[in-house]
């Protein structure tokens, strides 16, 4: 049976991607190398919306979140972490470890924070050197308004650091525009390459603080990860297989045009929350974001034989609810390499399973509301102009 992942990462990886990752790796003191790296750069830049350097580097996201907490902060410094699911709480976690003073902003998991209250801490603890969010917080599928609270931050000398890990390609952001400090990134979402590589940018003023920082590093040095990108070079031995995938993924990003890539994102979200909506059920999150849906599951309902059903019968893999909302909520990701027929293809697959557990559907109405979405004139116009 064909699997198909609709799992907030690892996502689906185009066949360009795959093939480019298969090929004999190549090696990385050389020209060659560097020409493909001089590319990636350039492509990066304008994934992330920005003219400052993307630093590219080997592992999974969390990597990059720990590289920039060590290289912005010193022992002791406060900051500001807002705590709305898991990988809030990973903020937290992360910055506590290496000694820094959390304040954690905890708010109800589903829902975003409300950037005046950010702005109100910031305001009466003047001392605050970053504050640490999500564009999505995935464990939730919530969608942070990440504009509005760039633009409190700003205006006060605390950087605003953004976990943009799964929303990078899916879930507009400008990092440049916005004035967003310093964003992270991860391959295995929204950029459609498998897990492996993670990515980093700063802003000017970030930079800066590069500098100050006391906090020990070696490997997440990122000055020195700096100084080897303007020779299109790494410090250490990068993860060159999944380098060459990245860049064809990057290379069919600007084929579809950024832009058109969100537009895709929103109406496949939009789709889906219809479609779920139609068969009775509920969304999670009061700020649903455009890459991942989250849904409530039903009074009664046995969500690991729900995902069971459509994981063995249908090949369909969706997540379930991680940390306090383990059996609470079910996932399904929108993200990266989707398009229409994935949507309907999930939607068919959990009113199946929802009414072989025993969840009174009607079949073909979540399939149906989804239809009705792309069916719309302006969807379609936006669908058949894009690659998908
Ligand atoms: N932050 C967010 C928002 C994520 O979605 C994830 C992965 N689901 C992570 C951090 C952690 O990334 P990784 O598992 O690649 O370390």
Not at 321 to 340: C, E, F, N, P, T
Request: net charge negative; proline share 5%.
């Amino acid at each position: 049976m064909k699997e198909r992942l609709f799992t907030p990462g690892p996502t689906p990886v185009p066949e360009e991607a795959r093939l480019a990752e298969a090929k004999e790796p190549i090696h990385h003191r050389t020209s060659r190398f560097e020409k493909i790296f001089s590319h990636l750069k350039e492509d990066l830049k304008y994934v992330f919306q920005t003219e400052e350097e993307v630093i590219p580097l080997a592992s999974s996201g969390t990597g990059a979140m720990e590289a920039a907490v060590v290289n912005l902060l010193s022992p002791g410094d406060k900051v500001l972490v807002v705590v709305g699911g898991k990988f809030g709480e990973r903020w937290a976690e992360i910055c506590s470890s290496f000694g820094i003073e959390v304040i954690s902003l905890n708010i109800e998991w589903g829902n975003a924070p409300s950037p005046s209250l950010i702005q109100e801490f910031l305001e009466k603890e003047k001392d605050i050197k970053a504050v640490f969010l999500q564009l999505v917080e995935t464990s939730t599928g919530t969608r942070y308004d990440v504009e509005s609270i760039a633009k409190i931050c700003s205006s006060t000398p605390s950087l605003l650091v953004v976990d943009a890990i799964s929303g990078l390609g899916g879930e507009p952001l400008y990092t440049d525009r916005w004035k967003v400090d310093v964003v992270v990134g991860a391959s295995q979402k929204g950029l459609m390459v498998p897990p492996g590589l993670s990515f980093i940018s700063l802003s000017a003023r970030a930079w800066e603080r590069v500098e100050e920082a006391r906090l020990p590093r070696y490997y997440w040095d990122l000055e020195k990860a700096r100084k080897s990108l303007e020779k299109n070079q790494t410090p250490y031995t990068p993860a060159l297989s999944l380098l060459c995938a990245l860049e064809e993924s990057l290379r069919l990003i600007k084929e579809e045009g950024l832009e058109k890539v969100f537009l895709r994102h929103k109406i496949l979200a939009r789709a889906t929350q219809e479609g779920v909506k139609a068969m009775g059920l509920e969304l999670f999150s009061s700020s649903p974001s455009q890459i991942v849906t989250s849904i409530k599951v039903p009074e009664g309902v046995d969500e690991k034989a729900l995902r069971q059903i459509m994981r063995e019968d249908y090949g369909a893999i969706i997540a379930g609810g991680q940390g306090k909302l383990s059996g609470k909520i079910v996932r399904i990701a929108h993200l990266g390499w989707m398009d229409r027929l994935d949507i309907l293809s999930v939607l068919s697959a959990l009113e199946i399973a929802l009414h072989k557990v025993g969840f009174p559907v009607e079949p073909g109405k979540g399939a149906g509301a989804g239809e009705e979405i792309f069916e719309d004139m302006e969807a379609i116009k936006i669908l058949r102009e894009g690659k998908n």
